[in-house]
C-alpha cells in the first residue's frame, strides 16, 4: 500500500509564502508600515494609541459543522488583543465585523455570547460593531474585529529582542485560530469530528472549537520584567518568533508541551515537523525575550516556562535539529 500523500498547507489551499508576498505587495503600495507589528500604533505625545484587526478564519467551517457558535466570538477577541499584548499595549476597546449570508438569529445569539465571555476575560468595552448581509459575497458567517489600546511609551516594546536575552514561553489552549485550512483536510480524510482520540473523552471536534487563550494578564507582567520583545504565536507558527528581530537567531532548547491534537493531525495528515511549526503554534502561544536576570522571575511569576535562547545571528529558529 503506497503512503499517504503528504499534505502541506499550501496544497491544502493557503500558500503562505504567496500571502506574505500579497501582504509585503499591499504595504508596500501604502507605505510607512512596520511589516513585523504585531499592531499600528499611533504617537500621541506621551504615549502609544494602537490598533489591531484580525479574524477566526475558518475555524468557522468547525463551528458551522457542529452548530456550535459558542465559542468563535472569544477567538475573535482573543486574536485582536493577543497582538496588542505582544506590543506592549494595553486593550480597551473592541469592535465586531459579522458577515453572513443569511440573517440567523440562533448563531447570532452564540456569537454575541462569545464575544460577551471574551470582552470579560481581555477587561476591555465593546463599542460595537457592524453585522452586514451580503449573500452575493458570503454564503455562511464570518467574523473579525478591532482592538484599539493604549499605553506610555516607557511601557511599550522596543519589538527587537538581543542577543544574549532569554526566551519565556506561555502554552496554547489548542490551536487557537490558525492553520485550520490545514487541520480540516488532513483530518476529514479520515475521520468524523465526532471521532474521540485515544485516552481522551473530547471529541476532535469539541478539541478544534477550544478557543485562543487571552494573554492580557501577562502585560503588567511583562512590563515590569523590562522585556525587549514579544511575539503572539499566529498564523504562520513558530515564524513569528522572528518578528521579535530578524537578524538574530532564536534557540529552542525547552519546549513546551504539545497538545495530542496537533500529533494527531500530523500523523493522519502525514505532515512533516517543518511544515507543522511553520503552520501551527505547537503548544505554544507566546513568547517574550527579556534579560537573564528577569527571566526566571518572569517565568515564576506568571506560570511561564523558560524556553530558549537567543543569538546572533541570520533570522533562524533552531529547534530539534531543526532550523525554522
Known sequence: MEPPIELTYASSGVDILASEAATKALLDS????????????LDIGDSYLAVSTDGVGTKILVAESLS?????????????????????????????????????????????????SGIQEASITLLGGETAIIPDIVSGVDLAGTCIGISSKKDVFSSKAKSGDVLVGWGSSGLHSNGYTLARNAILTNFEYSHCLANSTQTIGELLLKPTRIYSNLLPFLQGQKVNAAA??????????????????????????????????????????????????????????????????????????VIGHVTSGSGKIFFNNMSI
Request: hydrophobic content about 40%.
Open 68 to 116: 456550535d457558535y459558542s465559542t468563535i466570538g472569544i477567538d475573535c477577541i482573543a486574536m485582536n488583543v493577543n497582538d496588542l499584548i505582544a506590543a506592549g499595549i494595553k486593550p480597551l476597546a473592541f469592535v465586531d465585523y459579522l458577515a453572513m449570508g443569511t440573517p440567523n438569529k440562533e448563531i447570532s445569539r452564540q456569537i454575541g455570547l462569545g464575544l460577551a
Open 232 to 305: 503572539h504565536i499566529t498564523g504562520g507558527g513558530w515564524s513569528n518568533i522572528k518578528r521579535m528581530g530578524d537578524s538574530l537567531n532564536y534557540v529552542i532548547d525547552n519546549p513546551l508541551e504539545c497538545n495530542p491534537i496537533f500529533d494527531f493531525i500530523q500523523e493522519t495528515g502525514n505532515i512533516s515537523d517543518k511544515e507543522m511549526y511553520g503552520t501551527f503554534n505547537m503548544g505554544m502561544g507566546f513568547v517574550a525575550s527579556l534579560p537573564e536576570k528577569n527571566a526566571v522571575n518572569l517565568s515564576k511569576s506568571t506560570g511561564g516556562t
Open 30 to 41: 501604502i507605505g510607512g508600515i512596520d511589516q513585523n507589528s504585531f499592531a499600528g500604533m
